[in-house]
């Protein structure tokens, strides 16, 4: 099994930035993906971003590509969601994922279904 707990939401101005962490504890995974997905009210989840902790290779929805940035700890046990130029229509509950194996590549990091695990979710929200 493996625990993800995310910190780091808040409340901010739109133009601002956050970082959310996400520690992974339990089973060690260090060739899975971590990603980030959101909820907003009345929406389904999307998918924001993702990353393959072995390569490092990094997958972004066009709506945060060039805002957003995903990184790993050398250890490969958190993972970091660096959001800059926050808009308003970023708010939403954000939810770190994982799995343990799988394929690779955008199509499979990006689908919720792909995911193993999940954490509880950090709320984010920007003010215009």
């Known amino acids: 099994q493996v625990q993800l707990v995310e910190s780091g939401g808040g409340l901010v101005q739109a133009g601002g930035s956050l970082r959310l962490s996400c520690a992974a504890s339990?089973?060690?995974?260090?060739?899975?993906?971590m990603g980030w997905f959101r909820q907003a009210p009345g929406k389904e989840r999307e998918f924001v971003t993702a990353?393959?902790?072995?390569?490092?290779?990094?997958y972004y929805d066009n709506s945060v590509k060039g805002r957003f940035t995903i990184s790993r700890d050398s250890a490969k046990t958190t993972v970091f969601l660096q959001m800059n130029s926050l808009k308003p229509e970023d708010t939403a509950v954000y939810y770190c994922?994982?799995?343990?194996?799988?394929?690779?590549?955008?199509?499979?990091?990006?689908?919720?279904?792909?995911?193993?695990?999940w954490g509880q979710g950090t709320q984010v929200t920007v003010s215009s």
């Open positions: 994922s994982a799995k343990t194996s799988g394929s690779v590549g955008y199509y499979y990091a990006s689908r919720d279904g792909s995911y193993d695990y």
């Open positions: 990353i393959l902790l072995n390569s490092g290779v990094t």
């Open positions: 339990g089973r060690t995974f260090s060739r899975g993906t």
